[in-house]
């Protein structure tokens, strides 16, 4: 396990400001050091945590199955209208990425992405229904075996950044990085109507590890 790219400007930072907190504490209130030293380590071991890169390889690429594309527990599986990019109904399938989860977001399937959009928005809580229109989100659509998928990073209250790193017209494997969300959010995916699901309201999921859905 390595840390990820996206977390070192974060990581680096950080470190400064603790710093000048502890060494200002130690010279000014020094009754108080060991305390905000002992906060400040915790704090700056959560970072590293969440901004940690398991090695999540996909050794047996399956053409037919969808791989969660993010850690989290399921949220959300309904039948939708997607009205932005597909035009048409899918079933929706919403995974909830708690502040402790992995942030890496990865490409379910191989894919030949066909748009890649940003939206500005609000910072709602990434479970209110509204989340999925209303927030700062990215909307990625690609195609694999003639279907169509679309999967949305959608930001929530404290998730202020998200990152997508999918290309229109560029083609993916399955297992690759396709973003990063800096802390708690959601990632919404829209398969096609007749996918067959594998998983349930409250299951939690591993990326690139627990197969959502098989594309019949």
Sequence with gaps: MTIHKEGYPTLFFSFALLAILCSACYYFFPKMFTLIFIISAILYIFLISFFRKPDRNVLNPD??????PCDGKIVVIEKVFEPEILNRECTQVSIFMSPLNVHINWFPSDAEVTHSI??????LAAWNPKASTENERTTVCYSINDKSVLLRQVAGALA??????AKENTKYQQGEELGFIKFGSRVDLYLPSDSKLLVNIGDKVSGNVTKLATLI
Excluded: E, M, Q
């Design 160 to 165: 202020r950044r998200i990152v997508c790193y």
């Design 118 to 123: 940003y939206h500005p928005g609000k910072y």
């Design 63 to 68: 053409k037919t199955a969808l791989l969660s």
